[in-house]
């Protein structure tokens, strides 16, 4: 491989382990937060907003990781899918 390409490899491997930390721990995730934008790294919850960039980069800046290597995803309540509010 070139350097470059180590480079991206190395990047996608890990929000590849990140995103397998977070599908591991959905049900926390879930329970915790809702209709947020959680950044990963690290195999823990670096950042949480409303905007999926500026959790990607409070969690670059207090990893030291490229923004490129933070997973990002959003948490949705399921009351935001289906509109119902049960109380």
């Not at 947020?36 to 959790?55: E, F, L, N, R, T």
Request: hydrophobic share 40%.
């Amino acid at each position: 491989m070139s350097p470059l390409s180590d480079k991206i490899h190395c990047r996608n491997a890990l929000r590849w382990e990140n995103s397998q930390w977070a599908r591991e721990h959905a049900t926390e995730l879930y329970q915790q937060y809702g209709d947020v934008w959680v950044a990963i790294a690290d195999k823990q919850v670096m950042a949480v907003g409303s905007d999926p960039v500026g959790v990607r980069k409070i969690a670059a800046r207090k990893t030291g990781q490229l923004t490129a290597e933070i997973f990002v995803e959003f948490i949705e309540s399921g009351l935001t899918i289906y509109g119902a509010n049960w109380t």
